[in-house]
């Protein structure tokens, strides 16, 4: 059975590449997030030129439709992998794509949490790092994890893409035998898989972030 | 304990300036309930805020536990303010710990150990009548619980000083009355000093020993609670007591109230008395030793911080030359007695 072991391959690959740079994303974005947050007007540590330039870049970045910033970042590709082409190769635009955005996503959740809770780390006392990790995080765990939820269902639609230009994966797939060879069968067959992809980890995410809520 | 020295507060946005506080002095002494009573927008949570200097005042002194806050760097700032406890109207609890981690937090921002945690907590719930609620999130929680945990929170770290910034103003009257008591359970067993501010008179009348009244940035008025609604000195006050206390004549007869004198008429008397005043038999006296009769009106005893306070509207008959001296009989009593007018005899 050759194609089910293309299928098995494929799907690994997918799921490799959003997880990796997924987590990627929520180890530089989290920090991200809370910077653009605490240098805000009227925040923990106001800062309007920083929060001016790291705004700035993220919304550059997130101008840049995906399918450029793939061929565009090929050289950081090559300088930090290796090489350009496979699945390793894909997570770097998808991380730098993803990064921004969790940021924002950081961002707003942060900003939901109310005024009044920062007061009452103030008024114990908390310093500016204490109320961040025990107030504000914590918090907006919730909204967060929702956050996390919508970036990995993206990031699938993104592998997609990265892996129609040699980085695997089940977009790579589904062009391959479905687009290139009018193989229907295949082409459908991968939607589903990505459907139930997206449907199980919305469950998951869905089902965390309730647990979290307490309400 | 707590002491502001000439406190000011301005608001500026842009070119607009706005003088929120104005010459503000206040010394809450140690183990008082101090109440600030004003409307809304009278600059009560400015104020307050303004005592563990989450607003910082422009100009003006904040003395709590005899250090001067407005001078302390930001680390030593943080570390008194550990002494001062602050609980708020919308409660502010974390809705993602427990009831028990709530009540945790200041600790855990101390670095205190797990068990050093618990034996800290446990008493505090206990004190609050939480401990079957310790693993509740406060989404299940009613408003006087979350309130209950609140109080808990802000006494975790054992200060000295509490502040409550309109602490009832959320709940109904029922469990404000509980919260009441609570506060002043705590007030009596810690010995701790406590600033509150609100806009309900009945707070004030329910738990304060002295009450400064603030308008527009504004003390306008400061006194001990009897005084404060025996002999209000300004009309806000005057307006905010009436609504609690029966005060007034009764309507019937405020028509035909003369300022002075004539004949046949008689003195009519607001005679109000608290304290050790109240055990003597003061009526009887003066009909014993003055032959003064008293017709009562008007009567009523309301409940200042436990302590009972006497109101009563009288006619006298029959006093003639001898009031003068029955008043200043009553004075010596501690007896506060005022003559509204004189109506006719019948
Ligand atoms: N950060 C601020 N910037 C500008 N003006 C402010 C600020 N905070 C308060 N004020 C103004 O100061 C005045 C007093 O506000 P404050 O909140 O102290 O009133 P309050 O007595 O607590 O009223 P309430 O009973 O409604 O809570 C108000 O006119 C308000 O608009
Ligand atoms: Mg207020």
């Known amino acids: 059975m050759p194609m089910l072991y293309e299928f098995l391959t494929a799907t690994w690959q997918t799921l490799y590449m959003v997880f990796i740079s997924g987590l990627l994303a929520i180890i530089f974005g989290l920090p991200l997030g809370v910077l653009l947050l605490i240098t805000r007007h009227q925040q923990i540590s106001e800062n309007k030129y920083l929060n001016g330039m790291v705004g700035g870049m993220v919304n550059a970045i997130r101008s840049i439709p995906f399918i450029i910033l793939l061929v565009a970042l090929i050289p950081l590709t090559r300088l930090i992998v290796g090489t350009s082409i496979g699945t390793t190769a894909a997570i770097v635009p998808l991380s730098i794509a993803a990064i921004p955005f969790f940021g924002r996503i950081v961002e707003s959740a942060l900003s939901e949490v109310s005024q009044g809770l920062l007061e009452v780390g103030n008024a114990m006392g908390a310093t500016p790092f204490q109320i961040i990790r025990k107030i504000l995080i914590p918090e907006a765990r919730p909204a967060i994890i929702n956050g996390i939820t919508l970036m990995l269902v993206n990031l699938i639609g993104y592998s997609a893409m990265a892996g129609a230009i040699g980085g695997g994966g089940l977009g790579d797939l589904a062009i391959r035998y479905g687009y290139q060879r009018f193989d229907v069968n295949i082409m459908i067959a991968t939607i589903i898989i990505l459907i139930i992809m997206v449907q199980c980890l919305q469950l998951v995410g869905d089902f965390i972030a309730k647990k979290l809520l307490h309400r | ?346």
Request: charge should be neutral.
């Open chain 2, 1 to 346: 304990m707590i002491e502001l020295i000439n406190i000011s507060k301005i608001f500026r946005s842009g070119i607009h300036e706005f003088s929120a506080l104005k010459n503000i002095n206040l010394k809450v002494a140690p183990g008082e309930i101090f109440g600030i009573i004003g409307k809304s927008g009278a600059g009560k949570s400015t104020l307050i805020r303004c005592v563990n200097l989450l607003e910082r005042p422009t100009q003006g002194d904040v003395i709590v536990a005899k250090k001067n806050l407005t001078t302390l760097s930001e680390t030593e700032l943080r570390h008194s303010r550990r002494q001062i406890g602050m609980i708020f109207q919308h409660f502010n609890l974390l809705g993602t710990r427990t009831v028990f981690e709530n009540v945790a937090l200041p600790l855990e921002l101390q670095g205190l150990s797990k068990k050093q945690i618990t034996e800290k907590v446990m008493p505090l719930l206990t004190l609050t009548q939480l401990e079957d609620k310790h693993n509740a999130y406060p989404a299940d929680l009613s408003g006087g619980q979350k309130q209950r945990v609140a109080i808990a929170r802000a006494l975790a770290c054992e200060p000295k000083v509490l502040l409550c910034d309109e602490a009832t103003s959320a709940l109904d009257l029922h469990t404000t009355k509980s919260i009441l008591d609570l506060l002043k359970d705590i007030n009596a067993k810690l010995n701790l000093s406590i600033l509150l501010i609100t806009h309900e008179i009945e707070v004030v009348k329910e738990i304060c020993d002295r009450v400064a009244l603030i308008d527009q940035g504004e003390i306008i008025e400061e006194n001990d609670i009897y005084s404060f609604f025996t002999q209000p000195q300004t009309s806000l006050a005057y307006e905010f007591i009436k609504t609690s206390l029966k005060h007034d004549l009764p309507f019937n007869l405020k028509d035909k109230l003369f300022e002075h004198p004539v004949a046949n008429s008689q003195a009519i008397l607001r005679i109000i008395f608290h304290g050790q005043a109240a055990a003597e038999p003061f009526i009887a006296h003066l009909m014993q030793d003055f032959g003064i009769k008293l017709n009562i009106l008007q009567a009523n005893i309301e409940f200042l911080k436990k302590e009972a306070l006497g109101i009563m509207i009288v006619k006298t008959i029959n006093a003639h030359d001898k009031l003068d001296q029955a008043m200043a009989y009553l004075k010596t009593k501690n007896v506060n007695v005022e003559i509204l007018g004189y109506a006719n005899a019948i």
